[in-house]
């Protein structure tokens, strides 16, 4: 009869090594894409509590995005290259005749003025994050749009030229209020 061989054991030492090298060379290899995502400036905190708002309902722009991507914007459907000019007039509608540099048509279910304008935007949960940026976007261009003719009307010059005292002039001018309440 034959005995069994024994067997060597396997020297283990050099695999944590040969890990310890292979992880390396991972995390040399490997891209980290940058993150993408929406830039907003938070507001800041209260400083004196309670932080309540009284608001006119006039004031509010309600957009609302459904689980199919839907747009609806003061309940009625609409399509996403509407956005843009629905939110500019909202906002520059001059409702109560204050805002001098304004050019809207002075409607009475539309914004009182630019620093009274708020846009209220809610997402259902189970809409698509590329529309929701899509809308995100279509805002930013609204508001972005404002702030350049009100440059070249007050300044001559486009946004990109602007110097430092003059961009706060221009914020000040046409805030950018965006609330992107919860879905209930």
Request: hydrophobic share 35%; glycine share 4%.
């Amino acid at each position: 009869m034959r005995t069994p061989r024994r067997q060597e054991p396997v020297n283990a030492g050099s695999m944590a090594d040969i890990a310890f090298l292979l992880l390396i060379f991972f995390l040399v290899t490997t891209t980290i894409q940058d993150d993408e995502g929406i830039n907003r400036r938070l507001p800041r905190d209260c400083e004196n509590p309670p932080c309540t708002v009284d608001l006119n309902e006039r004031n509010v722009f309600r957009i609302l995005i459904n689980k199919q991507n839907q747009l609806f914007a003061e309940d009625k459907v609409i399509e996403l290259s509407e956005l843009r000019s629905l939110a500019v007039s909202f906002i520059d509608n001059n409702g109560d005749g204050t805002c001098t540099y304004c050019s809207g048509k002075k409607l009475a279910d539309s914004s009182d003025n630019p620093q009274e304008a708020i846009i209220s935007l809610t997402a259902d949960r189970e809409a698509s994050y590329r529309y929701f940026v899509a809308v995100q976007n279509e805002l930013s261009a609204a508001f972005t749009e404002l702030r350049n003719n009100y440059a070249l009307r007050e300044f001559g010059k486009s946004i990109g030229e602007l110097t430092d005292s003059e961009i706060k002039k221009l914020e000040k001018a046409y805030p950018q209020v965006i609330s992107e309440a919860d879905t209930k």
